[in-house]
């Protein structure tokens, strides 16, 4: 597995709001056996380090991945993904969290017949967290060669503390009303999100209802520095309107039908080709996170080439076949492809410095420089 | 070719302030906030006033909104000194007879607005005068408009002893109409600017209101919105104030706290008689109820909802021949918080008004979302306007209405596109007549939004305005030119103050 599988996902037009392009994308019939739900979390989390000092992490929502096969609702037509605070209390999904915020945690699952009660078929993960912390903990342990350029700190406890700033969905100016107008289609189970015609954000869930009840949380999602300045920056983008030509070849009204149809298909083609090639097209190191049943988890991180555009970590839930079920991703600001790539080409060679340089064609100078540059300037001696 | 180019850009500046004068109300819109709103459409105002003044009041002979009739009455009066003594006069006229069609609240709110702007000349002390005068019962005014009443004869020196005439059925509703006689000379205004110095009132309103401090009965005899204050300072329950107060609501009170009453309950014996309700104001009540309500409540629905098309479509019922329309339940025709499901509302209405003006058996109807159940639509789901519209050209109408507020998105633009290949292709003789009506004006561009340049898009507010306002739409095809405008608002100013003089005179 290298790339991301979308079978199953049809792009329906786009509707745009400003700066801000959503990409509709539309699933025939619902991944079966898998559903998301969203947890919002009432307070922070808080782990006492030692006396006076204390880890403490504040984390919007969660979400929970339900693979029992059970419907939260019986009733067919009402929605039955959980959302925000609810007063009905069998099933709470506002929770306490006492304890550190782990990025996935098994779940008990209620009760079903034929089945054990607390037979693990939930999990609760912490949406684009797992994807950042699989990019934060590139690389973590540091040298594993103690060169002599290297400070003793950097190659006895690696990278640590390691930090990365994103901006939150509601900080980015225009994402907001974006999301207030658009218009969801009835079997919509993702959102391709651009700004300024930069690919921000993929979002996939395996149900109709889950996406209606997760819209929203789009704007509860970290965003790159470079979408943020592109929302504050970027002009309203135009829309792709549908044209028919002078209609020459048109008699019939079922022609006109079919040219409308032809141009559907033909915003879908170039949407998949032109606009989402960044993220289809790339091949990524996918790490597995968990296994659920038959559906997997993974993280996954881009190759960090510093000459193409956008380059997205996120993470994955896919079917025993590959195909998408859920997917999140992040957008790296270009600073953040570069800092993975140096660290990337840096563990290549072993963190020596030389070969490292001889191998990006430059010097150990520059080499230096750039790990300075890029924050890391307290691993060297 | 007699008319000039400036003839055309003016016939197209008036119709865009008609339009944006029926459709916006200063309010949030699905796409635009209040302010943005507002702003738009001042600019409007002042443009429209300035270089097109009479036709600027001729449109208060128009189906625009109360709105902005009361705008452009503001906006004449305060700025008399541009009006020659010819146009003083038609204004003069066409005032009157607007303002005798405001609801109170709204005349007494310009009032307000007349003395912030530090308005008080002869000629608008005399309108406001004779507005005074007609109103049926003043003691009731007093009651009900307090503040107004009181603002408007302290800065327009109004004489409040002149209350004449006994009529009861105009303004806001019937339910509280007391049919008396007007209040002895000198009691409202120690009613208004003396409070307390008369131990009762002769008028049963102006008494049931000092009652109303202590006892408890006489609440019930004063105007609902009046009476809701005091039971909340008596502690009286909600249910029994609702339940008691009935026969003091006006229609559309009664309408409002029905649920509240529990009268909307499965064998509630009480309940508002449908049949007398306007069109749109049905569809909006149709559409605020559940989907299982409206599936128990479908025959009575329907019914009402039919035999209310019928009644706007008065005289032209069935004269319409074959009609396809194709009406907006996507996501954005549920409005805004202040207009809540106002498009969804005038494409219900509208569907059931163009039922009655088909043909018998001639009408069909494509609701963007694919439903066919007109009762059980809502707002959901994207806009695919230009698939609907071929499926509805399919149907060979004579005439084709489009419902929607024109941002089609599924894919951006196409049925703009199907309607020009339509027109420039397949239909050169014209044998399908094609009007857009939009509920929804859009603030960045000074009207309600078009799906091409080649259809006709007027804006609407109530669809029993349908008949007329597809009239006005034939002249924004962008050919017709002013004169043949100015002759239609000629037309409707003369049958508009006709209608008013002549009721007035009875």
């Known amino acids: ?381 | 070719m007699t008319e000039t180019y400036a003839d055309l850009i003016a016939a197209e500046d008036v119709l865009l302030f008609v339009n944006a004068a029926v459709t916006s109300t200063g309010q949030r819109e699905f796409r635009s906030q209040a302010y943005q709103q507002r702003l738009s459409l001042d600019f409007l105002h002042e443009y429209v006033r300035v270089n097109y003044r009479t036709v600027y009041a001729a449109s208060l002979a128009l189906d625009i909104n109360d709105h902005n009739a009361a705008r452009v009455v503001e906006q004449l009066l305060r700025t008399a000194g541009e009006a020659s003594g010819e146009q003083k006069r038609t204004e003069g006229r066409l005032i009157a007879a607007r303002l005798a069609r405001l609801p109170p609240q709204r005349v007494y709110r310009l009032f307000r607005a007349l003395r912030a702007a530090k308005v008080g000349n002869r000629r608008t002390r005399a309108i406001l005068r004779d507005w005074l005068a007609a109103r049926p019962d003043l003691g009731h005014d007093a009651v009900k408009y307090r503040a107004g009443l009181k603002t408007a004869a302290r800065h327009f020196h109004l004489p409040l002893t002149t209350a004449a005439g006994t009529d009861t059925d105009t303004g806001t509703g019937t339910g509280t109409a007391t049919g008396g006689a007007p209040p002895a000379a000198g009691e409202l205004g120690d009613f208004l600017f003396k409070p307390g110095v008369r131990p009762r009132y002769e008028h049963p309103l102006l008494d049931a209101y000092r009652r109303a401090h202590y006892e408890q009965g006489a609440v019930y005899e004063l105007p609902f919105t009046v009476a809701e204050g005091f039971a909340a300072r008596h502690g009286v329950a909600r249910e029994t104030f609702v339940e008691r107060i009935a026969p003091r609501m006006t229609r559309l009170e009664r309408l409002r706290t029905q649920r509240e009453a529990g009268a909307d309950g499965a064998g509630a014996a009480v309940r508002t008689d449908l049949s007398v309700m306007p069109l749109t104001r049905l569809a909006l009540y149709a559409l605020s109820l559940t989907t299982e309500e409206r599936v128990r409540r479908r025959r009575e629905l329907t019914g009402a909802l039919r035999s209310a098309a019928r009644r706007a479509a008065g005289p032209y019922a069935g004269t319409w021949g074959r009609v396809a329309a194709v009406l907006d339940d996507s996501y954005s025709a549920s409005g805004s918080g202040v207009k809540r499901r106002r498009p969804l509302a005038v494409a219900l209405g509208g569907h059931f008004l163009l039922e009655a003006l088909a043909a018998p058996g001639a009408y069909g109807a494509w609701w963007t979302s694919g439903r066919t159940d007109p009762l059980l639509v809502r707002p959901y789901g994207p806009t695919p306007l230009g698939m609907r519209v071929i499926d509805a050209l399919e149907y060979a109408p004579e005439r084709l209405v489009v419902v929607s507020d024109g941002w089609d998105n599924a894919p951006p633009g196409l049925a703009g596109e199907v309607l020009r290949v339509w027109r420039t292709r397949l239909d050169r003789e014209r044998r399908t007549s094609v009007v857009h009506l939009n509920p929804v004006y859009d603030a960045d561009g000074f009207d309600v939004r078009r799906l091409a340049a080649s259809v006709p898009t007027a804006g609407i507010r109530d669809a029993e305005d349908l008949p007329a306002l597809v009239e006005i739409a034939q002249f924004a095809e962008g050919r017709t030119g002013l004169a043949e405008l100015q002759a239609y608002l000629d037309r409707r100013i003369e049958s508009f103050l006709r209608t008013y003089e002549r009721s007035g005179a009875t």
């Open chain 1, 1 to 381: 597995m290298s790339g991301l599988d979308f079978t199953g996902l049809d792009t329906r037009p786009a509707q745009v709001w400003g700066g801000v392009r959503l990409v509709p994308l539309v699933r025939e019939e619902p991944v079966p056996g898998l559903r998301l739900h969203r947890e919002v979390y009432d307070r922070f989390g808080e782990v006492l380090v030692s006396p006076g000092v204390s880890y403490v992490s504040y984390i919007p929502h969660g979400l929970v991945a339900d693979w029992s096969g059970e419907q939260p609702d019986t009733r067919p037509d009402t929605q039955s993904a959980a959302y925000g605070t609810q007063l009905d209390t069998a099933r709470p999904t506002a929770m306490a969290v006492e304890r550190h915020h782990r990025m996935v945690k098994r779940r008990p699952s209620k009760g079903k017949k034929g089945q054990p009660a607390g037979a693990v078929a939930r999990c609760r993960f912490l949406p684009l967290h797992l994807a950042m912390e699989g990019y934060l903990a590139l690389h973590f342990g540091g040298p594993a060669i103690a060169w002599q350029e290297w400070s003793r700190e950097a190659v006895r406890q690696g990278l640590s503390p390691r930090s990365e700033a994103a901006y939150r969905g509601l900080d980015v100016p225009g994402l907001a009303d974006a999301l207030r107008v658009f218009e969801i289609h009835p079997d919509q189970c993702g959102v391709l999100v651009y700004v300024a015609d930069a690919l921000a954000a993929a979002f996939v869930v395996p149900h109709p209802d889950d996406y209606r009840a997760l819209h929203p949380t789009l704007l509860q999602d970290m965003y790159g520095e470079l979408i943020h300045q592109y929302g504050y920056f970027g002009r309203p983008v135009p829309d792709f309107e549908a044209r028919l030509g002078d209609g020459r070849h048109i008699t019939t009204l079922a022609d006109l039908r079919a040219a409308a149809g032809a141009r559907e298909r033909a915003w879908s083609e170039s949407h998949d080709t032109v606009m989402a090639r960044e993220l289809l097209g790339t091949s990524y190191a996918f790490e597995r996170v968990r296994r659920m049943a038959s559906f997997d988890m993974y993280r996954f991180l881009p190759p960090f080439r510093v000459d193409s555009d956008g380059q997205h970590i996120g993470e994955l839930i896919t079917d025993h076949k590959g195909r998408t079920a859920y997917l999140k991703t992040f957008r790296l600001a270009p600073a953040q492809i570069r800092r993975g790539h140096l660290l990337n080409s840096l563990a290549g060679d072993d963190w020596h410095l030389g070969r490292t340089a001889d191998r990006l064609g430059t010097t150990p100078e520059e080499i230096v420089r750039r790990i300075r540059a890029a924050g890391f300037g307290s691993l060297l001696r």
